[in-house]
């Protein structure tokens, strides 16, 4: 299967325009529950690429994928010109950080100690905690507002503040790419915006390359710069969001009709959904005819 136009196969890793992470034609399935198949993803290096689609499409399990957690049933994931299950498994933690959908915190850990396991793959033999992941912990907490939360035990606190200092963990790994599956899980309006902005920041300032799961269309048209359009397992559509989100497109792969317009705030794309009476115009015409 030759690359789409743009996209460089992961099979020449000494061509400087090789993409980091990619898998190619992967089948990926729980037991005998295939989920996609022949799927084949460059994630560009310094984007911000968000994956959307309807639920039970394939968006965690590709994540799951390029992350080690999920080894396809058939076909590859490349981290760096590597098979990624053929790499030492802290080599990757070096490279690649991950904050899972649900994550389950061992009892009775502070939230300074839990950030602090971001620091696991920084460590060995003949180097052990330093003034350095001390600064890196300090940091990451302060920068998903959880610092003055550091004594506190992780099982007490709300779903919303765990939610982020799982960000601040997989932050304080300091990895050139990071991997969020539903990041904004758990969390209001106000805090969705804070992290989908922290998240902005990491790829513009730090130049790191992010991969997030949304379900909000919205949210992941204002703040990717490549979008990844998934249904039943296929892609369906890839790009910058200003080329490839159109009422056509929504409609294809969620089902919905909507307007498409440009939002006042970014000028990225806005999808209006049709109200509810006019869905049901709609639908008595359809009936009718």
Same mark, same amino acid.
């Given at each position: 299967?030759?690359?789409?136009?743009?996209?460089?196969?992961?099979?020449?890793?000494?061509?400087?325009?090789?993409?980091?992470?990619?898998?190619?034609?992967?089948?990926?399935?729980?037991?005998?529950?295939?989920?996609?198949?022949?799927?084949?993803?460059?994630?560009?290096?310094?984007?911000?690429?968000?994956?959307?689609?309807?639920?039970?499409?394939?968006?965690?399990?590709?994540?799951?994928?390029?992350?080690?957690?999920?080894?396809?049933?058939?076909?590859?994931?490349?981290?760096?010109?590597?098979?990624?299950?053929?790499?030492?498994?802290?080599?990757?933690?070096?490279?690649?950080?991950?904050?899972?959908?649900?994550?389950? %915190? @061992?009892?009775? $850990?502070?939230?300074?100690? !839990? +950030?602090? /396991?971001?620091?696991?793959?920084?460590?060995?033999?003949?180097?052990?905690?330093?003034?350095?992941?001390?600064?890196?912990?300090?940091?990451?907490?302060?920068?998903?507002?959880?610092?003055?939360?550091?004594?506190?035990?992780?099982?007490?606190?709300?779903?919303?503040?765990?939610?982020?200092?799982?960000?601040?963990?997989?932050?304080?790994?300091?990895?050139?790419?990071?991997?969020?599956?539903?990041?904004?899980?758990?969390?209001?309006?106000?805090?969705?915006?804070?992290?989908?902005?922290?998240?902005?920041?990491?790829?513009?300032?730090?130049?790191?390359?992010?991969?997030?799961?949304?379900?909000?269309?919205?949210?992941?048209?204002?703040?990717?710069?490549?979008?990844?359009?998934?249904?039943?397992?296929?892609?369906?559509?890839?790009? %910058? @969001?200003?080329? $490839?989100?159109?009422?056509? !497109? +929504?409609? /294809?792969?969620?089902?919905?009709?909507?307007?498409?317009?440009?939002?006042?705030?970014?000028?990225?794309?806005?999808?209006?959904?049709?109200?509810?009476?006019?869905?049901?115009?709609?639908?008595?015409?359809?009936?009718?005819?």
């Amino acid at each position: 299967m030759s690359p789409r136009p743009g996209v460089t196969s992961g099979l020449n890793n000494q061509r400087s325009n090789v993409n980091r992470l990619s898998a190619e034609n992967v089948t990926l399935a729980y037991d005998q529950r295939v989920i996609a198949e022949q799927l084949s993803v460059e994630i560009p290096d310094n984007s911000f690429t968000v994956i959307v689609g309807p639920n039970a499409c394939g968006k965690s399990t590709l994540l799951r994928a390029l992350s080690r957690m999920l080894k396809p049933s058939a076909g590859r994931v490349l981290l760096d010109g590597q098979v990624i299950q053929s790499m030492p498994a802290k080599q990757v933690a070096r490279t690649l950080g991950l904050l899972p959908q649900s994550s389950i %915190a @061992p009892d009775g $850990i502070t939230v300074g100690d !839990l +950030v602090g /396991r971001g620091r696991y793959p920084h460590q060995g033999l003949l180097r052990q905690w330093s003034a350095e992941d001390e600064r890196v912990v300090q940091e990451s907490m302060a920068q998903t507002g959880v610092a003055e939360l550091a004594d506190r035990y992780v099982d007490e606190l709300s779903g919303g503040q765990r939610q982020r200092v799982w960000i601040a963990m997989a932050l304080a790994q300091q990895t050139p790419l990071l991997l969020l599956d539903e990041p904004t899980t758990y969390l209001d309006i106000q805090h969705q915006i804070d992290v989908l902005d922290l998240c902005a920041d990491l790829h513009e300032e730090q130049g790191r390359t992010l991969v997030a799961v949304l379900h909000d269309l919205n949210h992941a048209a204002r703040y990717a710069t490549h979008l990844i359009a998934l249904r039943d397992g296929r892609v369906i559509a890839e790009g %910058a @969001p200003k080329d $490839i989100v159109t009422a056509e !497109l +929504v409609e /294809r792969v969620f089902g919905m009709r909507c307007q498409v317009i440009d939002d006042p705030e970014t000028g990225t794309p806005l999808v209006v959904p049709a109200a509810r009476r006019a869905r049901d115009r709609v639908g008595a015409a359809t009936e009718a005819s």
